[in-house]
């Protein structure tokens, strides 16, 4: 079985609970967004994939006709193994940048106002940072035997909430190039 990033999510998730494909995707949402993303349209093929490697069981949900995902011993191991392995490296497709590099072409102002739009994204995902890591704190203090998880989640917010400020960062200097720029011209 080929070993893909989001056949490694959807396992890390399932070491947390026995869940469902949709409470897999809400969680992935909810805590892992800053850094990571799956769709629907990933996560139930890696899903079928990962049953018919035996690396998961499913059983009847509480719903009907929803299914609960766990994970097996196999999966469990195969988990570890691939946690154990290196990243895997993706390049950065980051349409601002883009957009930016050949700012010549658009000028200082529409340039301008696509930094600031980028800034606000950055701002509102350090707001959402703020709740996760809230939150986060919360349940670790709710329950103590837990911890160590949230230790290691509030890490990854932590991760998150840097990008987020240094591209805020970023966008006010070029915020303040970009308006020299226009400056410039107007003269």
């Known amino acids: 079985m080929a070993n893909s990033q989001t056949e490694l999510a959807v396992l890390a998730v399932l070491s947390i609970r026995p869940t469902t ?3 897999i995707r809400e969680l992935v949402h ?5 850094f990571w993303s799956e769709s629907f349209g990933q996560i139930y093929p890696a899903l079928a994939r990962l049953r018919e490697a035996g690396l998961i069981e499913v059983t009847p949900g509480e719903r009907t006709g929803s299914a609960l995902h766990s994970l097996t011993d196999a999966g469990r191991e195969h988990l570890l193994d691939m946690l154990s392995e290196p990243p895997v490296a ?3 497709r980051n349409g601002v940048l883009l957009r930016l590099f050949f700012g ?3 000028g200082p102002r529409a340039c301008a106002a696509l930094v600031q739009a980028a800034k606000e994204r950055s701002e509102r995902q350090l707001a959402d940072l703020a709740a996760a890591r ?4 919360a349940e670790r203090a709710a329950d103590p035997a837990d ?3 949230t230790r ?3 890490l ?5 909430e840097h990008a987020a400020r240094a591209a805020i960062a970023w966008a006010d200097e070029a915020l303040a190039e970009l308006a020299d720029l226009e400056a410039g011209e107007n003269r």
């Open 21 to 23: 494909g949709y409470a």
């Open 30 to 34: 909810e805590r892992l967004s800053a």
């Open 90 to 92: 993706a390049r950065p």
């Open 104 to 106: 010549d072409l658009l």
């Open 134 to 137: 809230a939150e986060v704190e």
């Open 147 to 149: 911890a160590t998880r």
């Open 152 to 154: 290691y989640w509030l």
């Open 156 to 160: 990854t917010i932590a991760a998150g």
